[in-house]
């Protein structure tokens, strides 16, 4: 098994418990992969995985099985757009609607951007449904293609997942739990081992890895491999011989990318800054700042707790500063605008900030895999094993619309294994 991020650990606790003999590698000193949490407890802070979205049902019930508790977040939600700060406003439901309509594309695949242009999308509503594809999907709206949107959405609706929730004390106790589990029933965890290379032919396997700087093998009968879509399409394990068809099929898909900063201050300034607009700002949850980068921003409510986090995905990512220190002026300078104070205010206000650079992680490249134009069917391509010795899971192999989440991570996951045991 090489990864002990959410699927390769869901893979290696059913095999494990169904009495396999089991190994994970992990290149990092730690598990969970993207589920990164920071500080954790009662003011857990995500630096990868955040939301639980919806009720997809795999995940809630190995959240069942953790006895892990889950608190949804409401509040209110504001838009900054045009120099004004208001309630967003009721129409932004109904532009929504041009993307609930992909659900039923019939049509050749096509970028989001054609889309747009073909449908006559009018301004505003054309920049607003932009924000959202790109920063919901970390994805360039020239390059997503709308069939893989009409799934997701489809996949969405499905597990109502427009409601968030938050894991109580902190997402990394989902793989602390699994990888426990897994090891109690008799399956070994490494860290800080760094594949390098697979060798293999029908039934049997060689994985050579860099461990504390000295070079280990393991021999297996099958592999699970879910390593991140960035990882694979960087050719940073060398395959012998190269599964042709399933490296084809990824490149076929994208590794989007995201900056995510979490400000914490010393009081919610927010919540006094407006007065017109004191009901929605105590309450506040999610604000959005269209043509913006960040282009959404958001609060832990109901935690009163007095942090935001600043978040920008797809393309504008990179015309933010790339420093530490410069991103957190400019996103200071960005809240002295939304909410007319001054800068040195907040400065004052200011204690710290948390971020991790998914784009430049060795062991991700990338934030998370979408699909483009004509590669909606790629994520089923990869999930074929070869030669029923090599299987792929992780986020960008799953098949039922929900990329780039942990459910789908868990779900490509809980397939590998069942292929395994199902040979």
Same mark, same amino acid.
């Given at each position: 098994?090489?990864?002990?991020?959410?699927?390769?650990?869901?893979?290696?606790? !059913?095999? =494990?418990?169904?009495?396999?003999?089991?190994?994970?590698?992990?290149?990092?000193?730690?598990?969970?992969?993207?589920?990164?949490?920071?500080n954790p407890g009662p003011e857990?802070? /995500?630096?990868?995985?955040?939301? !639980?979205?919806?009720?997809?049902?795999?995940?809630?019930?190995?959240?069942?099985?953790?006895?892990?508790?889950? /608190?949804?977040? @409401?509040?209110?939600?504001?838009?900054?757009?045009?120099?004004?700060?208001?309630?967003?406003?009721?129409?932004?439901? *109904?532009?929504?609607?041009?993307?609930?309509?992909?659900?039923?594309?019939?049509?050749?695949?096509?970028?989001?951007? /054609?889309?747009?242009?073909?449908?006559?999308?009018?301004?505003?509503?054309?920049?607003?449904?932009?924000?959202?594809?790109?920063? %919901?999907?970390?994805?360039? @709206?020239? +390059?997503?293609?709308?069939?893989?949107?009409?799934?997701?959405?489809?996949? /969405?609706?499905?597990?109502? =997942?427009?409601?968030?929730?938050?894991?109580?004390?902190?997402?990394?106790?989902?793989?602390? %739990?699994?990888?426990?589990?897994?090891?109690? +029933?008799?399956?070994?965890?490494?860290?800080?081992?760094?594949?390098?290379?697979?060798?293999?032919?029908?039934?049997? !396997?060689?994985?050579?890895?860099?461990?504390?700087?000295?070079?280990?093998?393991?021999?297996?009968?099958?592999?699970?491999?879910?390593?991140?879509?960035?990882?694979? $399409?960087?050719?940073?394990?060398?395959?012998?011989?190269?599964?042709?068809?399933?490296?084809?099929?990824?490149?076929?898909?994208?590794?989007?990318?995201?900056?995510?900063?979490?400000?914490?201050?010393?009081?919610?300034?927010?919540?006094?800054?407006?007065?017109?607009?004191?009901?929605?700002?105590?309450?506040?949850?999610?604000?959005?700042?269209?043509?913006?980068?960040?282009?959404?921003?958001?609060?832990?409510?109901?935690?009163?707790?007095?942090?935001?986090?600043?978040?920008?995905?797809?393309?504008?990512?990179?015309?933010?500063?790339?420093?530490?220190?410069?991103?957190?002026?400019?996103?200071?300078?960005?809240?002295?605008?939304? &909410?007319?104070?001054?800068?040195?205010?907040?400065?004052?206000?200011?204690?710290?900030?948390?971020?991790?650079?998914?784009?430049?992680?060795?062991?991700?490249?990338?934030?998370?895999?979408?699909?483009?134009?004509?590669?909606?069917?790629?994520?089923?391509?990869?999930?074929?094993?070869? +030669?029923?010795?090599?299987? &792929?899971?992780?986020?960008?192999?799953?098949?039922s619309g929900n990329w780039g989440?942990?459910?789908?991570?868990?779900?490509?996951? $809980? *397939?590998?294994?069942?292929?395994?045991?199902?040979?």
């Amino acid at each position: 098994m090489i990864g002990a991020g959410v699927a390769g650990l869901a893979a290696a606790g !059913v095999l =494990a418990q169904a009495g396999r003999r089991v190994t994970v590698i992990e290149a990092r000193g730690r598990i969970g992969g993207r589920v990164f949490t920071v500080n954790p407890g009662p003011e857990a802070v /995500e630096l990868g995985a955040e939301f !639980v979205h919806g009720n997809p049902p795999e995940l809630r019930g190995l959240l069942r099985d953790a006895g892990l508790r889950t /608190e949804e977040l @409401h509040g209110s939600q504001l838009c900054w757009n045009n120099q004004t700060l208001a309630p967003c406003e009721e129409s932004l439901e *109904r532009e929504f609607d041009w993307i609930e309509a992909l659900k039923n594309w019939k049509g050749d695949d096509c970028s989001f951007k /054609e889309y747009l242009d073909r449908a006559s999308v009018p301004e505003p509503a054309r920049r607003r449904l932009i924000d959202y594809v790109e920063g %919901f999907n970390a994805a360039d @709206h020239r +390059d997503i293609g709308v069939k893989s949107l009409g799934a997701q959405q489809a996949a /969405e609706d499905a597990m109502e =997942a427009d409601r968030l929730f938050h894991v109580v004390g902190g997402y990394h106790q989902v793989p602390q %739990f699994v990888s426990q589990a897994m090891i109690r +029933d008799g399956g070994e965890l490494i860290l800080n081992a760094r594949a390098t290379s697979i060798e293999w032919q029908p039934g049997s !396997v060689l994985i050579s890895f860099e461990n504390d700087g000295r070079r280990q093998e393991i021999r297996a009968s099958r592999a699970v491999i879910t390593l991140p879509l960035g990882v694979l $399409l960087a050719g940073a394990v060398v395959f012998t011989p190269r599964p042709h068809k399933t490296l084809e099929a990824a490149a076929q898909m994208r590794m989007g990318i995201v900056e995510r900063t979490i400000l914490e201050f010393r009081e919610p300034f927010w919540i006094s800054s407006r007065g017109d607009l004191q009901g929605q700002l105590s309450q506040l949850s999610f604000l959005f700042s269209t043509g913006n980068a960040p282009n959404a921003w958001w609060t832990p409510f109901p935690d009163q707790h007095p942090r935001l986090t600043a978040w920008t995905g797809g393309p504008r990512v990179r015309s933010l500063p790339q420093t530490q220190h410069e991103l957190e002026q400019h996103l200071l300078s960005q809240l002295s605008r939304i &909410f007319a104070r001054r800068e040195q205010d907040l400065q004052q206000l200011f204690v710290r900030s948390w971020m991790h650079d998914w784009q430049r992680d060795p062991f991700t490249m990338g934030a998370y895999s979408y699909a483009p134009v004509d590669a909606a069917d790629a994520s089923k391509m990869m999930t074929e094993p070869v +030669d029923h010795t090599l299987y &792929f899971a992780g986020e960008h192999t799953d098949t039922s619309g929900n990329w780039g989440t942990v459910h789908g991570a868990l779900r490509s996951g $809980l *397939r590998a294994a069942s292929q395994i045991l199902n040979a």
